[in-house]
């Protein structure tokens, strides 16, 4: 049997498919998308904190917005790092 036709041969097949490059999160274009999209919606959100400084519990919930525009920037920058990570320990446990 052919392994290139085998339909289980996950492994064979892994390793000649290499399709982590056009995986969408290892994409540099949506990488780029993604970083545009959240400077965009951090410029609006700060714009919005400038603006409407005065009014008082718009302060307060500074101390929301802040920890998760953080964590979302985290995520954004390693999650590249994690999926070759992950990639490559598949690719060490298939060959």
Known sequence: ??????IH???VRF??????INNTM???AYRRKKY??????????TALYVL???????RFTLLLS????TLYFFSLVGWRYFMER???RMREGIG
Do not use: A
Request: aromatic share 12%; glycine share 2%; with cysteine.
């Open 15 to 20: 390793m000649l498919q290499d399709r982590s």
């Open 86 to 88: 992950k990639i490559q």
């Open 9 to 11: 041969g996950h492994p």
């Open 26 to 28: 290892l994409c540099p």
């Open 66 to 69: 802040v920890p998760f525009v």
């Open 1 to 6: 049997m052919d392994p290139r036709t085998n």
């Open 36 to 45: 545009v999209l959240f400077l965009l919606r951090t410029f609006c959100l």
């Open 52 to 58: 409407l400084w005065d009014v008082y519990l718009i």
